[in-house]
């Protein structure tokens, strides 16, 4: 995770201006809903890319919540298509920000990326992962 410029001059609305501002993420956690009797249950599974993902400040618009804690900000996520910004409801971003006084600026602490997926995917995405586990731990053992 980096994040390069100054994120909390991303407003509630979405603007060209804040292109200059990128935050890389490197975890994604995909999260779905499933019925489990009578209420829908989350399920989630995180995944670290070998790539990091970049999302710039253009892509961004705070979300205007005034529960949450100090430091932190909840971004709105859009997607560029056909050169207009679309609000992707399904994207998520958490940003953790600590104010450093002997730097006298706000430093990076954590970054959650969340992105709500169907039942169908999930599970593709569950076994490719599974699968990569197994190959990543097979590569380890030694033969006799």
């Given at each position: 995770?980096?994040?390069?410029?100054n994120?909390?001059?991303?407003?509630?609305?979405?603007?060209?201006?804040?292109?200059?501002?990128?935050?890389?993420?490197d975890?994604?956690?995909?999260?779905t809903?499933?019925?489990d009797?009578?209420?829908?249950?989350?399920?989630?599974?995180?995944v670290?890319?070998?790539?990091p993902?970049?999302?710039?400040?253009?892509?961004?618009?705070?979300?205007?919540?005034?529960?949450?804690?100090?430091?932190?900000?909840?971004?709105?996520?859009?997607d560029?298509?056909?050169?207009?910004y679309?609000?992707n409801?399904?994207k998520?971003?958490?940003?953790?920000?600590?104010?450093?006084?002997f730097?006298?600026?706000?430093?990076?602490?954590?970054v959650?990326?969340?992105?709500?997926?169907?039942?169908?995917e999930?599970?593709?995405?569950?076994e490719?992962?599974?699968k990569?586990?197994?190959?990543?731990?097979?590569?380890?053992?030694?033969?006799?």
């Amino acid at each position: 995770m980096k994040l390069t410029g100054n994120i909390l001059n991303i407003k509630n609305k979405r603007d060209d201006r804040h292109a200059g501002i990128a935050i890389e993420v490197d975890k994604v956690e995909y999260v779905t809903y499933k019925k489990d009797g009578k209420y829908f249950q989350p399920f989630n599974l995180e995944v670290e890319l070998e790539e990091p993902i970049v999302i710039t400040g253009d892509q961004l618009a705070r979300k205007p919540d005034k529960h949450l804690q100090e430091g932190e900000y909840d971004f709105d996520v859009y997607d560029k298509e056909d050169g207009d910004y679309v609000l992707n409801e399904s994207k998520f971003l958490s940003v953790l920000l600590v104010y450093d006084e002997f730097e006298q600026e706000h430093v990076l602490s954590s970054v959650e990326y969340t992105v709500t997926v169907p039942n169908d995917e999930f599970k593709v995405l569950k076994e490719e992962q599974h699968k990569l586990r197994q190959a990543r731990k097979g590569m380890g053992k030694k033969k006799k």
